[in-house]
Structures are given as structure tokens and as C-alpha cells.
């Protein structure tokens, strides 16, 4: 449902004299409209030594679980993390342009090196130009990283906004996770702590978005490098006796 | 140099394998008056002779700030030295803009170079006539290079461009090999003394030079006249006392000399 609000609010009309169809033909057909295989939600936190970014899964056709096998965090150069919630393809344009960054950057060979901060800015620009041409990238970017010791972590939208915070979520986490982040985060997290904390937000992620799936990735990044983990479930538990018998008390069960 | 048949065009080679216009550019540059440049771990110091056209005028500008962390000197035509440090500030800032972080020097200087030799191989331009100190720091730490017309660049402890500059290049290669160590003060000290080397026994005042400093914590700026003078007063207050003095001048004597010996045929400057 939500996706066909987002379609309907960029959809709005240009009027076009339909006589000069031959000019005009391309006027309408260069613009993205609404996505359609989408990850969920990153939720993404700075602890002690680095930054911890989890992600499911999962790539979405609409309201179909389609894909189950999509890494959404991907390492970029030796200090920054990637990771994309929204359109998958738009997200693998951004991987090659973001290859093309990191090639040139390492062919001057010249001791310099692209940090987070570096990689944020340029996606910043990417994002708002093509958002300034009616034809985003539909995506919400999280990049964190470290190098020379600082520790970084931002946030781009498909309209461009970007900021940098100690802890980030998109998509639903939006709404589920920042709430709990608010809450309990604290600077100098142990790695366990993180990774519990982080869990902690997919778990509710998990039970309240319908399009999250039950196989999630923790990536992290320090000044030595990046590890992403193997995929894994974690545990739920689904015998509260309201969904026993969920229409019991139908009006307002849930 | 004497003239030759192979010197018309900047897309001809002569015989013996040299492209006579890019050399005769490099002349051009020792012709401006003199640009000295030098550097520490953490610090670039940039001073040049402020040279008037005349009593009535004012002096040209031979420094300039590329952005916080980078400075450039020019020696030679400073019409095409202006042109290029507004590539400079160009290419900085853009990099600024895309990525908000400096750009680093050694990367300005490799482009500044390509552009100088697109001008060495294409028959409708002519090489650009300046030589540029580009002094700059990033990741990396302080640096301080040498761009030259031909479009070749050298990275330096240490050098001077422009007339009489052998003079200043005598004073830095017995002093160059402290200057890694050497704090902000004693550079600037040092960058004031090789230009005084240049100046042939005119008395230094504050007036006659310009100087520029960055450093680690310390964007590009120019010194102010008033404490170009109190460093002139601490070795200027006696004459003669140091050796140093009695040997510039027979070094400076020498130097024109040394100059036109530099342009012979034998020695490819472009070489050096």
C-alpha cells in the first residue's frame, strides 16, 4: 500500500500537447517512478571500535517475499560500509559507481585513500542531482566507517538529505528501531552490547514489518577492516495466547 | 641559445631529440624575479621579491592562496601564472565540494602538469611561460613542489625560481637537510635569508618581500609586513657578522654568470 502512495505522489502531470508526440515521446520515459524489487530496513550503530550494520535478507516484489538471498551491506574501499534499504537495482548502479570511485582513487597510488567521509559526500551529490532531475535513485543510503582512528556514521535519502549521527535505522526502523536506539545506546559500546542492541531492533523489525524476513547479516567495520557475518535467524517466539486464536476478540485483536 | 631552425614551432623536434620552445619557456621563467619555497614535516613557508614595473606602481602578485591548505608561487609570465591559479582554486574547490574534504597536493600538481603538457604537444598553443611552487599539506604531511612549464614536476625539501635564484638555491642546499625538523619560526627565518641571497647586497626591508605560511593548524596566509620586519631585525641589526653575508655576495656576483651559463646547448634544462 504504501508503495503505490509513493507512486502516486511523484506521479503528478505535466501537460503535454499531444501533437508534437514524435519531441515529447521522451519527456515522460526517463524518469523513475516507483521501485520495485526493495529491501527493508539497516539499522546501523558507532560502538567502541567501529560501526555495527545489520540488515535482512530480503528483496521484495511488491508484497511478495521474492528474493531471500541479498546482501545490503557491501564494503567500499579499506574504510567504509555500505548499506541500501529501497530499490536493489538502483542500489547495484550505486555499487558501480561507487567501484569506478574507489579504482581511480587507488590508480594514483599516491598514499591518499578515500574515507567515509569522502564516500558520504560524493553519494550526497549523486543523490540530490538525480533527485533534482525527477530521477532518483530510490534508495536510503546508511555509510559508516572509520579511518585514522575517527569513527564515522551518515545517513543519504533519495532526495538527498544527509546527516551524520551516532546511530542510524531507515525504512521502518524508522518508526521501530530509533525509538529503542534513543533509548539505550551509549558511546563505547562493547562489540557484544552492539551486536545484542542491534538485535534487539531487527527482533521488532522482524515481528511488525512484513517485508522482513527471519535471515539477517551484521557487518562491522574498524580501523583494521571489514567483517561481514555469515547470515542468520534470530529467535522468535509466537506462542503469546493472543495469537492463539487471533479473531477471538475481533474487534481490535491486534 | 642561439636561434635555430627547429625552433618555430612547439611540435617540432630538433635533431638531437628536444622540443626548443618548451626550453625557451623555461627561460621565460628565469626572467621573473625570484620565487623561494621550503618545508618542514608540519609547515610550507612561500616568499617571493615584490618586483615593481616602475616607482609609480605597485608590485606584482607572485603568491597565491589555492585554498586553506594549499599556496602557489609563480616565477615568469604572471599572466599565465594568474590563469593557472584560478585552475587551482577551480579543481580545489570542486573537490571540496564533491567529497568536503582538501584535495591533496600531490594530486593538484599531477593535473596542473597534464595541463602544462597538453600545451607541449598541440601546434595551435604555446607552452605556459611561469613556474610554479606549489606548497601544500594533506594526509600525507608537508609538501613542496615544482611545476615546470614543460610539464614535468619535481617534489622538493626546498628550492627557488626566477632570477638570481642560484644564489637562494646555494643559501637552502647547505641548510636543507634541517629543515624537516625545523620549527615554524626558523623556516620563515630561513625563507627570509635565501631571499635576501637574491637580492645582491640591496638591504632586505620588509617592503621588498612577500611571505606565506601553512601549517598543520594554520591555513594559508601572508605574514604581515610588521612581522616580516621584526624577523629582518634579528639578523639585520649586525651587518656583516655572518659569513654567510660575505659569501652571498661573491655567490650573488657570480650568479648572473652561472645563469647564462646554465642556457648552453650542451644541458637540456628541461633535464634538471
Not at chain 1, 31 to 46: D, E, F, M, Q
Not at chain 1, 54 to 78: C, F, H, P, Q, W
Not at chain 2, 143 to 148: G, Q
Not at chain 2, 241 to 255: K, L, V
Request: hydrophobic share 40%; glycine share 8%.
Amino acid at each position: 500500500m504504501l508503495l503505490i502512495l509513493w507512486g502516486v505522489l511523484i506521479q503528478f502531470t505535466i501537460p503535454i500537447d499531444n501533437g508534437d508526440a514524435l519531441k515529447n515521446a521522451e519527456a515522460d520515459s526517463q524518469r523513475t517512478l516507483y521501485p520495485y524489487v526493495t529491501g527493508t530496513s539497516i539499522v546501523a550503530i558507532k560502538y567502541k571500535d567501529g560501526v555495527l550494520m545489520a540488515s535482512d535478507m530480503g528483496g521484495s516484489y511488491g508484497s511478495t517475499l521474492r528474493y531471500k538471498n541479498i546482501e545490503r551491506v557491501k564494503a567500499i574501499g579499506k574504510h567504509s560500509l555500505l548499506g541500501a534499504s529501497g530499490e536493489i537495482s538502483d542500489f547495484q548502479e550505486i555499487l558501480r559507481y561507487l567501484d569506478e570511485l574507489v579504482l581511480n582513487d587507488n590508480m594514483w597510488d599516491d598514499g591518499n585513500s578515500l574515507g567515509p567521509k569522502e564516500v558520504h559526500n560524493y553519494l550526497t551529490r549523486v543523490m540530490y542531482n538525480r533527485r533534482n532531475k525527477f530521477n532518483p535513485l530510490w534508495n536510503t543510503l546508511v555509510l559508516g566507517g572509520v579511518k585514522n582512528g575517527e569513527i564515522y556514521l551518515g545517513m543519504v535519502s533519495m532526495i538527498g538529505v544527509s546527516f551524520e549521527d551516532n546511530h542510524v535505522a531507515t525504512g521502518f526502523g524508522n518508526h521501530l528501531a530509533r525509538p529503542i536506539l534513543r533509548d539505550e545506546w551509549r558511546a563505547d559500546l562493547s562489540f557484544e552490547d552492539g551486536v545484542k542492541l542491534l538485535e534487539k531492533c531487527m527482533r521488532v523489525l522482524l515481528y511488525r514489518d512484513r517485508s522482513a524476513i527471519n535471515k539477517l547479516q551484521i557487518a562491522k567495520i574498524t580501523e583494521e577492516g571489514v567483517t561481514v557475518s555469515q547470515p542468520y535467524s534470530l529467535k522468535t517466539f509466537w506462542e503469546f495466547q493472543a495469537f492463539h486464536n487471533p479473531t477471538a476478540g475481533a474487534q481490535g485483536s491486534w | 641559445m642561439f636561434r635555430n631552425q627547429y625552433d618555430t614551432d612547439v611540435t617540432t623536434w630538433s635533431p638531437t631529440g628536444r622540443l626548443f620552445q618548451v626550453e625557451y619557456a623555461m627561460e621565460a621563467v628565469k626572467q621573473g624575479s625570484a620565487a623561494i619555497g621550503l618545508r618542514s614535516r608540519s609547515h610550507v613557508v612561500l616568499a617571493s621579491v615584490n618586483k615593481a614595473q616602475s616607482e609609480l606602481s605597485s608590485h606584482q602578485r607572485k603568491i597565491f592562496k589555492v585554498d586553506d591548505h594549499i599556496g602557489v608561487a609563480i616565477a615568469g609570465l604572471t599572466a599565465d601564472g594568474r590563469v593557472l591559479s584560478r585552475y587551482m582554486r577551480s579543481e580545489s574547490i570542486n573537490h571540496s565540494f564533491t567529497y568536503e574534504s582538501p584535495l591533496p597536493v600531490g594530486r593538484l600538481v599531477v593535473r596542473l602538469a597534464d595541463k602544462a603538457q597538453v600545451c607541449t604537444q598541440r601546434s595551435w598553443k604555446r607552452p605556459y611561460g611561469v613556474g610554479l611552487l606549489v606548497g601544500g599539506l594533506d594526509e600525507s604531511g608537508a609538501h613542496l613542489y615544482y611545476n615546470c612549464p614543460s610539464g614535468n614536476y619535481f617534489e622538493y625539501q626546498a628550492f627557488a625560481i626566477g632570477s638570481r635564484s642560484q644564489a637562494a638555491k646555494t643559501y637552502l642546499e647547505r641548510r636543507f637537510k634541517s629543515f624537516n625538523e625545523s620549527s615554524r619560526e626558523d623556516l620563515i627565518k630561513d625563507a627570509i635569508l635565501a631571499i635576501r641571497e637574491t637580492l645582491q647586497g640591496e638591504t632586505l626591508k620588509s617592503s621588498l618581500c612577500t611571505v606565506s605560511v601553512l601549517g598543520v593548524d594554520e591555513p594559508f596566509h601572508f605574514l604581515d609586513q610588521e612581522s616580516i620586519q621584526k624577523v629582518i631585525d634579528t639578523f639585520e641589526k649586525v651587518p656583516e657578522e655572518e659569513e654567510d653575508g660575505g659569501e652571498a655576495e661573491a655567490e650573488a656576483a657570480a650568479a648572473p654568470a652561472e645563469q647564462g651559463g646554465a642556457g648552453d646547448q650542451d644541458v637540456a634544462p628541461m633535464e634538471m
